[in-house]
């Protein structure tokens, strides 16, 4: 089975731009990292990309400047 690629270009169609998308990845980073979970890059990637996917909150969207 080929591993999906996951990338910068995966992610940013959700960010309207990319310090948003910087922004968001940084903030995840640390709430990992404060948890206890050492991850490689690509099982960050997974998990912003899952948080993203989870955020419904019309407010929470603007402030993150998630595309709707």
Do not use: C, Y
């Not at 968001?24 to 990292?33: D, N, P, T």
């Not at 996917?53 to 595309?67: A, H, Q, R, Y």
């Amino acid at each position: 089975m080929k591993k999906k690629m996951l990338t910068n270009e995966f992610l940013r169609k959700h960010f309207q731009g990319n310090f948003a998308l910087a922004n968001f990845a940084i903030k995840i980073g640390q709430e990992e990292v404060m948890a206890g979970h050492f991850q490689n890059l690509d099982d960050l990637i997974r998990v912003i990309e899952d948080r993203v996917k989870n955020i419904t909150d019309p407010e929470l969207k603007k402030e993150l400047n998630l595309k709707d």
